[in-house]
């Protein structure tokens, strides 16, 4: 049985915990990057090829805020790996019904901060965005400067950077610290021993499997299943600039547009089933599937 010595041993090499490793090798300390799958894997919710950027969150401003500290981040850190694709700048444009206050609240908070916005009324979304049967939407709401991420590409870009500048990073599966107080030492699943002076467990959907007793009944997670359809043949109106990434939360529905001709990707925006990140069955419901082709028809 080995033993290592950190400063920081971050558990989980999704988003956040990519993050957490690079801000702290940057602040001058050891740092131990470990998770059981890999770097944006396909179980994690860091994975899947693309996730939306947004500064809209409604009143809740310290959501904008942080969005608007990270975009930059993540789009220095893809022009210092050559990788500017990574980022999508599409715009994100909310479809507000009559009476819609998440959008007007997320309308009124954006215009605090510098953050491009504009307001669009019904007949100009028809003149702008003919691929769009509209409904029953009223007005809509354009985020210029947000988009989409190519999530896994992106996270995995910021695990590469983070151990050339000095993180080591670990394949491995970690247990959950035993007894009470501080903990120095975490034990591998084949039996290593990781010691550190801090632990920083960023492990998402695996947090309530850990720590049981804690967070066993504050993090349920859920199944959210996504769908990606054709665009049709030779029609250039479903992917950027001409399509947006759009929220209808009106309709609990979010669409990004056809990235790198993969499709486009539409989503229920709500809480699915409960679901085990390790074993939980992985195929999609004709359920969802029907109710998601009649929003696309």
């Keep these: 049985m080995t033993n290592r010595n950190y400063d920081v041993a971050v558990v989980g090499a999704g988003v956040f915990g990519a993050w957490t490793a690079h801000a702290l090798q940057d602040a001058g300390l050891k740092v131990l990057l470990v998770d059981a799958y890999g770097a944006a894997h396909a179980r994690s919710s860091s994975g899947g090829e693309s996730r939306v950027i947004r500064a809209g969150y409604g009143a809740d401003e310290i959501y904008t805020r942080w969005a608007l500290r990270s975009l930059p981040l993540w789009r220095d850190l893809f022009e210092r790996a050559s990788?500017?694709?990574?980022?999508?700048?599409?715009?994100?444009?909310?479809?507000?019904?009559?009476?819609?206050?998440?959008?007007?609240?997320?309308?009124?908070?954006?215009?605090?901060?510098?953050?491009?916005?504009?307001?669009?009324?019904?007949?100009?979304?028809?003149?702008r965005y003919t691929q769009f049967d509209f409904g029953k939407v009223a007005w809509a709401m354009l985020e210029h400067e947000s988009g989409a991420l190519l999530a896994r590409r992106a996270v995995q870009e910021a695990v590469r950077e983070a151990t050339a500048r000095g993180v080591e990073y670990m394949l491995a599966s970690?247990?959950?610290?035993?007894?009470k107080g501080r903990a120095g030492v975490v034990k591998t699943s084949d039996g290593?021993?990781?010691?550190?002076?801090?632990?920083?467990?960023?492990?998402?959907?695996?947090?309530?499997?850990?720590?049981?007793?804690?967070?066993?009944?504050?993090?349920?997670?859920?199944?959210?299943?996504?769908?990606?359809?054709?665009?049709?043949?030779?029609d250039p109106r479903f992917r950027p600039?001409?399509?947006?990434?759009?929220?209808?939360?009106?309709?609990?529905?979010?669409?990004?547009?056809?990235?790198?001709?993969?499709?486009?990707?539409?989503?229920?925006?709500?809480?699915g089933a409960?679901?085990?990140?390790?074993?939980?069955?992985?195929?999609?419901?004709?359920?969802?599937?029907?109710?998601?082709?009649?929003?696309?028809?």
């Design 83 to 127: 990788h500017p694709e990574l980022f999508q700048p599409t715009g994100v444009l909310w479809l507000a019904r009559e009476g819609d206050t998440l959008v007007a609240q997320t309308f009124a908070t954006l215009q605090k901060f510098p953050a491009r916005v504009e307001q669009l009324a019904r007949d100009e979304l028809e003149r």
């Design 174 to 179: 970690a247990a959950a610290p035993s007894g």
């Design 192 to 234: 290593e021993a990781l010691s550190a002076a801090h632990f920083v467990f960023a492990c998402g959907a695996w947090l309530p499997k850990l720590f049981p007793d804690v967070l066993g009944e504050r993090i349920p997670p859920t199944r959210q299943e996504v769908f990606y359809f054709r665009a049709p043949a030779g």
């Design 241 to 271: 600039p001409a399509m947006p990434v759009w929220v209808d939360f009106g309709a609990e529905v979010y669409g990004i547009p056809d990235l790198e001709s993969r499709g486009v990707k539409l989503a229920l925006d709500r809480h």
């Design 274 to 297: 409960s679901f085990d990140p390790d074993a939980g069955a992985r195929v999609t419901s004709v359920e969802t599937l029907a109710e998601v082709r009649r929003y696309v028809a």
